[in-house]
């Protein structure tokens, strides 16, 4: 209740003096989301408009290719492993022979070489199956933040390629932010400064909102040819479903 009092309160005291600006909202943070890998989709596990967890997976390719992979690169590390060993023993018993000098200094810089050269494939296979393990988790397209799903642009069974531009298969937007953009005067942002508290209309719903950014330089002009720049409010809709495009108004002090 304390709230709720304190909040119509500081709404109302900047009622008599705030400057009203029409604003469109955005979404804060919006990012399309696709796979590194190609495949065919398995499973899309999202609809349009579905909160989404961080970490949650939303789509998921065949990952039968990048599973056999993986076993290739592990039996590819064993067999290498048991060779750096070997060889390791190997320089172990030809530098003993080397100290009671039985065998040559050639000899024993054999054996180092042929050691040397087991521990490097023996890396090489290792790093290599890191990058099979990292290609089959990446089989799966996981939801980098608390998002709403924004856009579903794949459906089982659609072939996805890896390319340079891959295609966009989900787009997602931060929950519970949203941002109310405007274009105002210069003027207008000398009196505002980042972090300050704006008011946030929407229909008849009213937010709280915090100056994100003020921008430098101007991206139109109004009727008189003054230079208008873009002005961001961010705000938390509470459990309110906003759509980006929606017509807001800003009462900036």
């Known amino acids: ?32 989301l696709s796979t590194p890998v190609s495949g065919v989709v398995q499973a899309v596990n999202v609809a349009v408009g579905e909160r989404v967890r961080q970490g949650q ?21 064993a067999r290498n492993r048991e060779d750096a060993a070997e060889a390791q023993r190997e320089l172990k018993r030809v530098q003993e022979l080397y100290d009671r000098t039985v065998i040559s ?21 290792q790093a290599h199956q890191r990058q099979e393990l990292k290609n089959r988790e990446d089989t799966l397209l996981r939801a980098p ?19 340079l531009q891959p295609l966009s298969l989900l787009v997602v937007a931060r929950a519970g932010e949203m941002l109310a ?25 009213r937010f709280r909102g915090k100056v994100r950014t003020m921008g430098l330089e101007p991206t139109t002009r109004d009727k008189s040819g003054l230079p208008l720049y873009p002005l961001d409010v961010i705000f938390v809709p509470a459990e309110t479903q906003l759509r980006a495009g929606a017509a807001a108004i800003l009462n900036l002090p």
Request: aromatic share 6%; net charge neutral.
């Open 181 to 205: 953009r405007a274009q105002v005067q210069e003027a207008q942002l000398a009196s505002l400064k980042a972090g300050q508290e704006v008011e946030v209309s929407v229909g008849k719903q």
């Open 57 to 77: 997976v939303l789509l998921r390719l065949d990952e039968r290719i990048y599973a056999g992979r993986v076993e290739e690169a592990a039996a590819m590390v």
């Open 145 to 163: 933040f608390d998002a709403v799903v924004v856009a579903r642009q794949a459906e089982p069974g659609q072939a996805v390629a890896a390319t």
């Open 105 to 125: 200094v050639s000899e024993l810089e054999q054996a180092r070489m042929r050691q040397a050269k087991a521990a490097a494939q023996l890396k090489e296979s």
């Open 1 to 32: 209740m304390k709230k709720w009092f304190w909040t119509a309160l500081w709404l109302a005291s900047g009622a008599a003096h705030a400057v009203e600006v029409p604003a469109v909202l955005q979404w804060s943070q919006r990012v399309e």
